[in-house]
């Protein structure tokens, strides 16, 4: 009984180091390492879509911050963008004549 049982695990351990050796291989052929640099990019692309999605949502809080002191401070609503560009621009003969009243 003692026999079969290594024999059986012989048999196991000889299939697993077959397996590893022939992922290795595979690992190596041209295909392999395209394949391994494939994955590197794609997890590069995860990471850096992350980071810009945390970057966005910090720059929205951040906003979102100044807004309400800029308010809290002067009293005053501030204009959302939407409201500012419907106001045409700020600066040039058009504003200084609207400003105007004319």
Do not use: C, Q
């Not at 995860?46 to 100044?66: H, N, T």
């Amino acid at each position: 009984m003692k026999r079969l049982f290594w024999l059986g695990m012989g048999v196991a351990a000889g299939v697993y180091a077959t397996r590893r050796a022939s992922d290795a291989a595979h690992r190596l052929t041209p295909a392999g390492v395209g394949e391994n640099i494939a994955d590197g990019l794609r997890e590069l692309g995860a990471g850096l879509g992350a980071f810009g999605a945390e970057v966005r949502a910090g720059m929205s809080a951040r906003e979102r911050e100044l807004t309400d002191l800029v308010e809290l401070r002067t009293g005053a609503a501030l204009p959302t963008y939407r409201d500012a560009l419907a106001d045409g621009p700020v600066s040039g003969p058009r504003a200084r004549a609207r400003r105007a009243g004319a």
